[in-house]
């Protein structure tokens, strides 16, 4: 189960995966660490706020709230309930070399008690910014 939920799964450019937390209860303060090994810019963020295959979307918890702390600073990031991936462009860019994304609220699915979290994506000016997947945790 950990190996094929990992982290990892939530940066690895595919829908089809995905990160589910294995916590007791529905996630909240679950978290994915990411360390760069470079400072990065982004404008625009993108999430697939669950587990996004047709037969696991409704049955696993889905992300409503997530909080992404970069440095001293953080964002507070929010999601329909629905199975698209969700941009969300910010206000202004920002730079980071380190992030972490913590579960707040979530759907509730009222079968498994996991949440999941398909992708993380970051674009800068329309272009997608690639990350080293070593940094995730």
Sequence with gaps: YKNTYTPAKAFDNNLKTGWLEAAQGPGISESISLNL??????????????YFHPKWWKANNRVKSLRMTYGKRSLLLSFKDTM??????????????????????????????????????????????????????
């Design 37 to 50: 090994n470079k400072e990065i810019t982004v404008d625009e963020i993108a999430i697939a706020p669950g």
């Design 84 to 137: 698209k991936v969700q941009k969300i462009k910010l206000a202004e860019e920002i730079r980071f070399s380190g992030v972490r994304v913590v579960i707040k609220e979530v759907y509730a699915s009222g079968k498994d008690d996991d949440t999941g979290l398909s992708e993380i994506e970051f674009y800068y000016k329309g272009e997608k910014v690639e990350i080293d997947m070593s940094g995730v945790k």
